[in-house]
């Protein structure tokens, strides 16, 4: 990615680094990920090719921009709740708490990209990017046989497995319930 997120964003940079964002996910909402083109995202978005190209190598590296873009809101709201230091179950809320606002848009674009193709692989390796930088502090019971980073590992899939559960697969399940079923898979390695 040209464009990168240790740098602060010039407003002219944010404004444009918005709106092929944005564009992105209004596309995402129509059609799958691997039929949309940089033509297409430059069309909607209204900006040149060379803009585009100014900022990103390709419509993967877009992607990439757009899963960053969606970790810094997760984020966000967990400092916005005074949450300083994030624990798995307020990190998880988060990412819960995002999908949920942007629920029919999440269901279409899910529906329009299969668990195999690049944009779910790249949405997964996301998620799980986040939820793991909060599950390297989880400390495992002391009664726990496990290593740390298989613990870390398992717990990560399971949280990933509830959300690709209630997100993708079912609709009628809430979020209590998915927090019981968190609580009961992952209560005999950790007190989550």
């Known amino acids: 990615m040209k464009y990168t997120a240790y740098e602060k964003p010039t407003k002219s940079a944010k404004r444009v680094l918005d709106a092929f964002a944005g564009t992105l996910f209004s596309l995402l909402c129509t059609k799958p990920f691997d039929e ?82 690049y944009f779910f692989v790249s949405c997964r390796l996301y998620l799980k990017k986040i939820l793991q930088d909060v599950s390297d502090v989880i400390p495992a019971r002391k009664d726990c046989p496990i290593p740390q980073a298989l613990l870390n590992e398992h717990h990560c899939n399971i949280l990933l497995m509830l959300l690709e559960w209630r997100f993708k697969l079912t609709s009628n399940t809430s979020k209590k319930q998915i927090y019981e079923y968190a609580d009961y898979l992952l209560k005999d390695f950790i007190d989550y």
């Open 36 to 117: 949309i083109s940089v033509n297409e995202i430059c069309e909607e978005s209204t900006y040149p090719r060379a803009t585009f190209y100014n900022y990103f190598d390709d419509k993967y590296d877009l992607l990439n921009y757009f899963w960053y873009r969606l970790a810094m809101l997760v984020m966000k709201e967990n400092v916005k709740s005074a949450v300083l230091k994030s624990t798995p179950r307020e990190m998880f809320d988060g990412v819960y708490n995002l999908l949920t606002e942007h629920e029919p848009a999440i269901r279409t674009i899910l529906a329009l990209n299969s668990f195999e193709s």
